[in-house]
């Protein structure tokens, strides 16, 4: 059973990073690789009680707080080049 779970958080990933691929936008590439980080923190779980190493999970919880951190870090530096562009183009226009 956790072995299909397993396949299936697979599979997941790498619809995830087909998505970051090709997305449209960049808010989807974004998105798109946030999940995949979610789904690799489950996947080093299940595969971690799969072995019988409980030490993975906390691996996984440490990973999962560097995906939200960086996760943060990316949108806030999107955040403040858009302002800068928005602003250079003001000032482009005067």
Do not use: C, H, W
């Not at 779970?5 to 946030?34: H, K, Q």
């Not at 971690?48 to 943060?72: K, S, T």
């Not at 999107?78 to 482009?92: G, P, R, S």
Request: glycine residues 6%; without cysteine.
């Amino acid at each position: 059973m956790f072995l299909a779970a397993a396949i299936a958080i697979l599979v997941a990933m790498v619809l995830a990073l087909l998505r970051a691929l090709m997305g449209p936008t960049l808010y989807d590439r974004i998105l798109s690789v946030n999940a995949f980080g979610t789904k690799t923190v489950l996947f080093i779980a299940i595969l971690g009680f799969l072995m019988g190493r409980p030490e993975f999970l906390d691996i996984a919880l440490v990973y999962a707080l560097i995906n939200f951190i960086a996760m943060i870090g990316v949108l806030r530096f999107f955040e403040y080049k858009q302002v800068e562009t928005v602003a250079d183009n003001q000032e482009d226009q005067q």
